[in-house]
């Protein structure tokens, strides 16, 4: 029970924090993935960069306090659900219009 909310928690966080670098870009890292004469579609990977630094920071915790094997797996399989909801979600990806 403890690792499920352990797994909740962290899969929150992870997607907070994706949103929020999706939608605040710090680090302007952006990549143009198509264009056309009526739009551009861009990925904004900023969110996706801040919540893997947070994925190692979370990581850097659990080995100083020598959890890593019994909660390195549930951190991981959150960063993993949160990222592949996140893409779902369409975090990131940014269409500008010509117009």
Request: proline share 2%; net charge positive.
């Amino acid at each position: 029970m403890k690792k499920v909310l352990l797994f909740c928690l962290q899969f929150f966080l992870f997607v907070i924090v994706y949103f929020a670098g999706s939608l605040f870009p710090i680090l302007h890292l952006q990549r143009v993935l198509s264009t056309t004469p009526t739009a551009t579609r861009i990925f904004i990977a900023d969110g996706l960069v801040f919540t893997l630094v947070f994925y190692v920071l979370i990581l850097l915790v659990e080995l100083l306090t020598k959890r890593l094997r019994s909660a390195g797996m549930v951190t991981t399989l959150a960063l993993l659900f949160a990222i592949g909801f996140g893409f779902f979600m369409k975090f990131g990806f940014l269409t500008r219009s010509a117009f």
